[in-house]
């Protein structure tokens, strides 16, 4: 059996102000033809499937034209659990319409999935809550997998049965975990598990998490989930969160996070992109193909010595999504801002650097007085970018937000 493990899509996702939808319509169409190219019999996505609780109307579209494609007209088993960027209930509501695709929506630990069967023979002939057994169109072994979607730590206990306060996040879920591949998983099928979560081997560093990536395992979220607390039913652990791809060392099974489709921060600056096609037979280590995702633009770090260079190198990477740092002998003004960003429409972020001691030197700049009131401050700043003052109606809607933001403190 083939499976297809991707996971934090988070359709719908900026980088800064720069919307990505239309190269997230290109590397979820690419993963759409690596499923039919591959001939893969189930997908699985672990979660951040949405960027936020309330995606936008075009994001939601192309979610479920997505999974639509990837379910292969109901022939192909396709399962998507929720994760801390997600909206458990959001993610279930068009799970009984999904089903008839062969499509399965699991926004919470304890969600249970109604049992049906398609007329292409893809059936799912046992479920609890975090438990279900496909049977394939095609295949004469079975499918297990266990979920368990994002849930902070209270939650996480609350709908794992769990009233102990202060009992170990770990041990709650190896005993679930574990008591449901005994349940269910022998040797005659195929045993996976699915869930969000942050996952390192006992006793190594900690893997970073991404940047501005909401941290889901820290304060005010639960402790990191350690390998060894997986089943040794278990083959394959198909994890989300984290944004790059990577197979963590395990003694029972082979733990993974495919990673982001598409670079979502410069800290992923130069990162690339996978799908996990995990190969699978009943009571054996699964084979794991990394398979590489070309779509979507890079997104790159560039450090320039002054406006003609920075310039030859925009340039030179026109198709790129960039983070400018730029070495300047003062503050950048707004007309070279104005030619930097006629140059290239990808400039995301530009990082003025003031050669160190200049501006001392030069009489015609000041240092900043903290001591000056936000409008005086304003002004000032004001007038270095744009060589003027500021007209009344900027000023009058200064003073209209300062005014709120006094009020609201």
Not at 271 to 286: I, R, S
């Amino acid at each position: 059996m083939r499976i297809l493990h991707t996971a934090d899509w988070h359709i719908g996702k900026k980088l800064e102000h720069y919307s990505r939808i239309q190269e997230q319509k290109e590397v979820l169409n690419e993963i759409c033809e690596i499923t039919e190219q591959q001939e893969v019999d189930a997908v699985l996505i672990a979660g951040d499937l949405f960027d936020n609780f309330n995606p936008s109307t075009e994001a939601i579209d192309l979610f479920y034209h997505t999974l639509k494609r990837l379910s292969n007209n109901g022939k192909r088993p396709v399962i998507a659990i929720s994760g801390n960027h997600d909206s458990p209930d959001r993610i279930e509501t068009a799970d009984p319409l999904a089903r008839a695709c062969g499509i399965t929506f699991l926004g919470y630990p304890n969600s249970i999935a109604s049992n049906y069967e398609l007329e292409t023979g893809l059936k799912i002939t046992k479920s609890e809550a975090g438990f279900m057994e496909f049977k394939i169109p095609g295949k004469q072994i079975p499918l297990r997998i266990i979920t368990t979607p994002y849930a902070n730590e209270h939650r996480l206990k609350q709908q794992l049965n769990s009233l102990e306060k202060e009992e170990d996040l770990r041990v709650i879920l190896e005993q679930n975990w574990k008591t449901l591949a005994q349940k269910h998983c022998d040797k005659n099928g195929i045993n996976i598990l699915a869930t969000h979560l942050f996952v390192i081997k006992k006793g190594s560093t900690a893997p970073e998490e991404p940047d501005d990536e909401k941290p889901i395992l820290h304060v005010g979220g639960a402790q990191a989930i350690y390998t060894e607390n997986f089943p040794e039913e278990i083959q394959y652990v198909a994890l989300g969160h984290l944004h790059r791809k990577q197979v963590i060392n395990s003694n029972k099974n082979i733990v993974a996070y495919s990673g982001s489709p598409l670079s979502y921060s410069f800290a992923e600056a130069n990162q690339k992109k996978f799908v996990m096609l995990v190969d699978l037979e009943p009571d054996a280590t699964p084979i794991v193909n990394e398979i590489e995702l070309c779509k979507g633009k890079k997104l790159i770090k560039l450090k320039a010595l002054g406006i003609d260079d920075a310039i030859v190198k925009l340039t030179e990477n026109n198709h790129h999504l960039i983070e400018l740092t730029l070495e300047t002998e003062t503050y950048i003004t707004a007309e070279e801002r104005r030619r930097l960003n006629k140059i290239h429409t990808g400039i995301i972020t530009l990082i003025p650097q003031v050669k160190k001691g200049h501006l001392n030197d030069d009489s015609t700049h000041k240092n900043i007085d903290i001591n000056k009131g936000m409008k005086e401050l304003f002004m000032d700043y004001f007038k270095h970018a744009n060589g003027q003052e500021p007209n009344e109606s900027i000023l009058n809607l200064l003073s209209e937000v300062i005014a709120e933001k006094e009020g609201e403190e």
